[in-house]
T-cell receptor, first 112, second 116 residues
Framework: SQQGEEDPQALSIQEGENATMNCSYK?????LQWYRQNSGRGLVHLIL?????REKHSGRLRVTLDTSKKSSSLLITASRAADTASYFC????????????FGAGTRLFVKA | EPEVTQTPSHQVTQMGQEVILRCVPI?????FYWYRQILGQKVEFLVS????????KSEIFDDQFSVERPDGSNFTLKIRSTKLEDSAMYFC??????????????FGPGTRLTVL
C-alpha cells in the first residue's frame, strides 16, 4: 500500500448521518493532518493530530490516531449537505526534513 | 485573515516553454511548499523550502524544476521546459511561525497549468 491510503474511496450518506473515513500509512510520522477540498479548489486544513496524541476533537470532527496500526480515522457527526467534498489525510514524515504526503482521498456526498 | 495567494490563476503554455508560478505565503511563516494535483488525482508533494534552502523534494521534482524565494515575500516555482504531463493544478502552501516541527499548512487557491 502507498503512504496515506484512504478508504472508502467514495461515501454517500443522508444528511444527519455520521461519516467515517479511514487512512493508513506506512512510515514513521510527526503529525497526521486532515484536509478538505471542494471540486478541485484549494485545500482547507481541518485538524492536525500529533504522533503522541490518540484523539482530537474540533466541532463536529473527531480524529483518532493509532500509531501501532499506522492508521487514522476522521468522523464527521451530524453531516450536512455542505460537508460534501473530498477529504484527504496527509502525513508529515519523520525524515529530518519537511515532507507531507497526501492520500488519494475520500469523496463524500451528503444528500439533503 | 492572512492568506496565501497565487498568480496567475490559469497559465496556458506551449510544450517546451518555461513557466514561473508565483506564490505569496503568509508573511510570518517559515516553511513553504509546492504541490501539484493532476485532474481527478491526489495531491502530490513536490518540494519544501525552509531557511532559504530546499528541505525535501520528491522524485517528480527533477532538474526541470526549481524554487526560489527572491525577495523575502514571493516564493516561485519554475519549470524550465514544460511537458504535456506537467498539466495540473499547482498549489503553494506555507506553515510555521517559529522553528520546530511545522504545523498546519495554509494552501493557496492554486494555479491551473495547461501545457499544449
Amino acid at each position: 500500500s502507498q503512504q496515506g491510503e484512504e478508504d472508502p474511496q467514495a461515501l454517500s450518506i443522508q444528511e444527519g448521518e455520521n461519516a467515517t473515513m479511514n487512512c493508513s500509512y506506512k512510515t514513521s510520522i510527526n503529525n497526521l493532518q486532515w484536509y478538505r477540498q471542494n471540486s478541485g479548489r484549494g485545500l482547507v486544513h481541518l485538524i492536525l493530530i500529533r504522533s503522541n496524541e490518540r484523539e482530537k476533537h474540533s466541532g463536529r470532527l473527531r480524529v483518532t490516531l493509532d500509531t501501532s496500526k499506522k492508521s487514522s480515522s476522521l468522523l464527521i457527526t451530524a453531516s450536512r449537505a455542505a460537508d460534501t467534498a473530498s477529504y484527504f489525510c496527509a502525513t508529515d514524515l519523520n525524515t529530518g526534513g519537511f515532507k507531507t504526503i497526501f492520500g488519494a482521498g475520500t469523496r463524500l456526498f451528503v444528500k439533503a | 485573515e492572512p492568506e496565501v495567494t497565487q498568480t496567475p490563476s490559469h497559465q496556458v503554455t506551449q510544450m517546451g516553454q518555461e513557466v514561473i508560478l508565483r506564490c505569496v505565503p503568509i508573511s510570518n511563516h517559515l516553511y513553504f511548499y509546492w504541490y501539484r494535483q493532476i485532474l481527478g488525482q491526489k495531491v502530490e508533494f513536490l518540494v519544501s523550502f525552509y531557511n532559504n534552502e530546499i528541505s525535501e523534494k520528491s522524485e517528480i521534482f527533477d532538474d526541470q524544476f526549481s524554487v526560489e524565494r527572491p525577495d523575502g515575500s514571493n516564493f516561485t516555482l519554475k519549470i524550465r521546459s514544460t511537458k504535456l504531463e506537467d498539466s495540473a493544478m499547482y498549489f503553494c502552501a506555507s506553515s510555521g511561525v517559529r522553528s520546530g516541527p511545522p504545523n498546519e499548512q495554509f494552501f493557496g487557491p492554486g494555479t491551473r497549468l495547461t501545457v499544449l
